[in-house]
C-alpha cells in the first residue's frame, strides 16, 4: 500500500525497498511502523496517506507529481 501511494506521488522510482526481516537493529527500531519513508534521517512512519506523503515529499524538498 505504501509503495503505491508512492507510485501516486511519482516518486517510486526514488524508492530503495530495504527488507528488515534478518536485521535485528532495524526490525527492532521500526516493528509495526513498518514500511517507513526516510529521507536523510527524516521518516514518514506508516500509517501515512496521500496527503501526508505529499506533505512530508515537500517538507523534504522531494520533487513529486500530483
Same mark, same amino acid.
Given at each position: 500500500?505504501?509503495? &503505491? @501511494?508512492?507510485?501516486?506521488? *511519482? +516518486?517510486?522510482?526514488? /524508492?530503495?525497498?530495504?527488507?528488515?526481516?534478518?536485521?535485528? &537493529? @532495524?526490525?527492532?527500531?521500526? *516493528? +509495526?511502523?513498518?514500511? /517507513?519513508?526516510?529521507?536523510?534521517?527524516?521518516?514518514?512512519?506508516?500509517?501515512?496517506?496521500?496527503?501526508?506523503?505529499?506533505?512530508?515529499?515537500?517538507?523534504?524538498?522531494?520533487?513529486?507529481?500530483?
Amino acid at each position: 500500500m505504501a509503495y &503505491e @501511494l508512492c507510485q501516486q506521488a *511519482g +516518486v517510486a522510482n526514488q /524508492v530503495d525497498i530495504i527488507d528488515i526481516a534478518f536485521d535485528d &537493529e @532495524l526490525f527492532s527500531r521500526y *516493528g +509495526v511502523t513498518i514500511p /517507513v519513508l526516510n529521507n536523510n534521517g527524516k521518516e514518514l512512519n506508516w500509517p501515512f496517506d496521500l496527503q501526508e506523503l505529499y506533505n512530508w515529499l515537500e517538507d523534504n524538498g522531494i520533487t513529486h507529481h500530483k
